[in-house]
């Protein structure tokens, strides 16, 4: 099968606006204060996932709504706890930034359809 992930735009940072748009088959990573990607998965290792959570798609996680892998995060659209994936980014981020710092969000937007055709 093809890989349709489209990651020809530049990446651009989430600053919250309402018409992001994440491009197929990418997720929200997240940057640390110096421009560096962060493992969110590997990060999130360190917390257990919290107890009583019965949803088959996110129970192992320690954010419940939130799924991080190696390259991004994003919701479950199993239990929607999160409305975006933006939302599960921030409690992601939230939850594993040293005390002190943040993370930036960092998505690739989707490109617009040219209707010229």
């Not at 996932?49 to 798609?57: E, I, K, V």
Request: net charge negative.
């Amino acid at each position: 099968m093809a890989d349709t992930t489209d990651t020809t735009t530049a990446p651009i940072q989430y600053t919250g606006q309402d018409d992001a748009i994440i491009a197929f088959g990418t997720d929200v990573w997240l940057l640390d204060a110096r421009g560096a990607d962060v493992d969110a998965a590997a990060a999130l290792q360190e917390h257990a996932a919290p107890a009583g959570n019965t949803c088959d798609g996110c129970r192992d996680c320690p954010v419940v709504g939130a799924i991080a892998m190696e390259h991004g995060i994003e919701r479950c659209d199993l239990c929607e706890t999160f409305s975006s994936d933006f939302d599960a980014a921030e409690a992601v981020a939230k939850l594993v930034a040293p005390t002190g710092e943040s993370y930036t969000l960092w998505f690739h937007p989707n490109q617009p359809i040219d209707t010229t055709s």
